[in-house]
């Protein structure tokens, strides 16, 4: 894929269609929201193929997903506000930005064929790392020369995890599949839920800062047989055999080990970070469409006694870590315990991983009335850790993209790493998200025993109708 020439041609304001009552007027951040992440965005872009028997224009296409907004707002109204300091968002209906953009020199499948990460991030309407933003939410739309298109999403983390990203997202693809005359899609309203059970405070610091150096993210395939060799390879003898996101975790991690001490420095502490959703941890469990920043994260500092080791220990020590956050956490977390358990140091150099994801969320069910998206791409800008890897299940739900980021010279050796190269279909040679090309293998496998600065934008018209993790 070569370099994106995104061009924007419109920009507009979508208000919800009916306005927000006063006494909803404050959504007040949770103790979790203020905590966990600075005012960066996680975004979300869906991919739709060209087809001209059932796909109208891109008017219509356009117009369609502004109205079904507009009503989607009326659920999630937080999302049509302004972000107050670190306390709350003032749901003032001031509406979300909604681009229309061109695509001038590519086709979107060499978009599919060979993805390049960083030049995605054009896609969506924010820089993800703009902390001085308050717009909560903005879309764009991206035409492409072949008639496809793509549904570029960017939500503030200050106000939600990946999963209340893809709720949100699935409900404005139900509300417009009942325009389309789809009587049966779902929609499940927001539960707000997150400031009851974590209730504000009054600070406004955040624990976790933007990355300051240049980073670089690329994506690499991971298919069904070498997630189930690495599953089998972890498991040892004295536990069931990991996830498969435990076991890639462990996979990666461990090449991270080994490239890391080419520099010849061998005392460096490693501590891996996985994020976990709280929603099915709460007694009894929360609602899925519970809305926040309803994440923790699960601390483990491994060892690898040898860099060509089984990786010993971190499958269990990542399950182990994550086992402790339930219930009884939770009550601590609730009762005041401290949530900033990624930060401590025991002295030395220190290489912090962190690992995080939606595999298992139905990210392929936007459906806005054309089908189910060919591809979807999520991202998060880099944070203040040495590795960022998030997994995503591939369309077939068989195998795993794992999207890195790091600093480029890393990146630069893991792509060269002949153990790392032996289990993946390296992102610069995959010729399509759905794992049709023939994965690179230096040896066979062997048998097995996871906007306000207020935006310059025109009116919105006056015709408009109506986990993350």
Request: charged residues 20%; contains cysteine.
């Amino acid at each position: 894929m070569t370099t994106l020439e995104v061009e924007v041609i419109s920009k507009e304001i979508i208000k919800p269609s009916s306005p927000t009552p006063d006494h909803l007027r404050h959504y007040r951040y949770s103790f979790l929201d203020q905590t966990s992440l600075p005012q960066i965005y996680i975004s979300m872009v869906l991919f739709f193929e060209f087809n001209g028997q059932t796909q109208p224009n891109i008017t219509e296409i356009s117009n369609h997903l502004k109205t079904s907004l507009a009503e989607v707002l009326t659920l999630y109204y937080p999302l049509a506000g302004r972000a107050h300091d670190n306390l709350y968002i003032d749901c003032n209906d001031k509406g979300v930005p909604f681009l229309v953009a061109h695509v001038n020199n590519c086709k979107l499948s060499y978009v599919l064929r060979d993805p390049i990460p960083d030049e995605l991030t054009k896609l969506v309407a924010f820089e993800l790392d703009d902390v001085d933003n308050r717009i909560p939410f903005g879309v764009q739309l991206n035409v492409f020369e072949c008639g496809g298109f793509a549904i570029g999403q960017c939500i503030s983390h200050k106000i939600a995890d990946g999963f209340s990203m893809l709720m949100f997202s699935r409900a404005w693809a139900a509300i417009a599949r009942r325009a389309h005359g789809d009587q049966e899609a779902e929609i499940h309203r927001p539960e707000f839920i997150s400031a009851t059970l974590f209730p504000t405070k009054f600070f406004t610091q955040t624990c976790i800062g933007v990355a300051k150096n240049k980073l670089v993210t690329k994506r690499f395939v991971f298919d069904a047989s070498n997630i189930e060799y690495l599953r089998a390879r972890y498991a040892g003898t004295t536990m069931k055999r990991p996830s498969r996101v435990e076991a890639l975790s462990a996979f990666i991690w461990s090449r991270f080990v080994a490239i890391s001490n080419d520099d010849g420095i061998h005392e460096k502490l490693h501590s891996v970070i996985h994020v976990v959703n709280l929603r099915p941890r709460f007694d009894p469990p929360l609602p899925l469409h519970s809305f926040g920043n309803l994440i923790s994260f699960a601390c483990s500092t491994p060892s690898l006694l040898n860099t060509r080791e089984e990786c010993y220990g971190l499958a269990r020590q990542v399950r182990e870590a994550i086992s402790k956050i339930d219930k009884g956490y939770i009550k601590k977390l609730q009762g005041g315990a401290d949530h900033d358990n990624m930060t401590s140091s025991d002295g030395g150099e220190k290489v912090t991983s962190l690992f995080t994801g939606l595999c298992k969320f139905p990210l392929y069910d936007n459906d806005f009335g054309w089908g189910k998206p060919s591809w979807v791409y999520a991202r998060l800008p880099g944070l203040n850790f040495n590795n960022l890897v998030i997994f995503i299940e591939t369309k077939d739900s068989n195998g795993i993209e794992a999207y890195i980021t790091s600093a480029e010279e890393v990146l630069t050796k893991l792509q060269r790493d002949t153990e790392f190269l032996q289990r993946v279909y390296p992102s610069w040679s995959c010729s399509s998200p759905s794992l049709t090309t023939v994965p690179i293998c230096r040896t066979p496998l062997p048998k097995p025993t996871e906007f306000d600065q207020e935006t310059k934008c025109p009116n919105q018209t006056s015709d408009m109708g109506s986990r993350f993790s």
